[in-house]
């Protein structure tokens, strides 16, 4: 008997079986990590946040209008707000009713994720500089990273008005941020290329004509 048969058939078997994997597997690049939503330290909700607050987000990332790097603000920036703002709202609303009722001050109240807040800060339960306590700073887990050899600033970008959910996405909408595009080379320059230049830089600024600059040199060097 010829083997020719079982080997066709396992042949088959096997292309049958890899298209099937593929067809529920989402190739990508290397690099490519579209979608990472790291849990953090803090259950931060930008969803809240930028979202029902309408906190701009130059308003905590400040450093975007004049550095490359956006930034991460530092726990004092949250303490602008959360010195007074301590846990839900509705959580407070229900100790205030329940003191009224039983006529005494309210109580102090909590949430177990602004208490990661108030302890990286160094603060009593009273909320208080707590002299036993170190201060040491939140390790937020970085979720966009460009490689290395990538030049990117981010005050170039939002000169020119860009909103940062053209590259950041709906992050009013997440509770937990996630990378949105894939930021690849290709992704860019599509965007670049179809980026109107600055018409009132200098021509050496804008070397890509009618566009924004696709030269390699402005982000690789």
């Known amino acids: 008997m010829s083997c020719t048969a079982p080997i066709a058939f396992a042949a088959c078997t096997l292309v049958v079986g890899l ?3 593929l067809a529920e597997t989402e190739i990508r690049l290397p690099g490519n990590h579209q979608g990472y939503e790291p849990l953090q330290p803090i259950a931060y909700s930008h969803r809240i946040h930028a979202g029902e607050l309408q906190i701009d987000c130059l308003a905590c990332h400040y450093g975007a209008e004049k550095s490359r790097h956006a930034g991460i603000p530092p726990a004092e920036v949250c303490m602008q ?3 007074h703002v301590t846990a839900p709202f509705d959580t407070i609303l229900e100790e205030r009713e329940l003191a009224a009722a039983e006529e005494r001050e309210p109580r102090l109240i909590v949430s ?8 990286a800060m160094g603060l009593d339960d009273e909320l208080k500089p707590d002299p036993e306590r170190e201060r040491r ?5 970085r979720v966009h990273q460009l490689p290395d050899f990538v030049y990117f ?3 170039v970008h939002v000169a020119r008005g860009l909103a940062c959910a053209q590259c950041h996405g709906p992050v009013r909408s997440m509770e937990r941020v996630r990378q949105f595009a894939d930021l690849s080379m290709g992704w860019c ?3 670049h290329r179809t980026t109107p230049a600055d ?6 600024a804008t070397p890509g004509g009618d566009h924004v600059s696709i030269d ?5 060097y």
Do not use: F, S, T
């Not at 177990?112 to 302890?119: A, H, N, S, V």
């Open 216 to 220: 390699c040199a402005r982000c690789h």
């Open 189 to 191: 320059m599509d965007c």
């Open 199 to 204: 018409r009132n830089a200098a021509p050496a």
């Open 112 to 119: 177990p994720e602004m208490r990661k807040l108030y302890d």
């Open 19 to 21: 298209g099937a994997v």
């Open 137 to 141: 700073p939140i390790e937020w887990v």
């Open 153 to 155: 600033d981010h005050r």
């Open 81 to 83: 707000c959360h010195q």
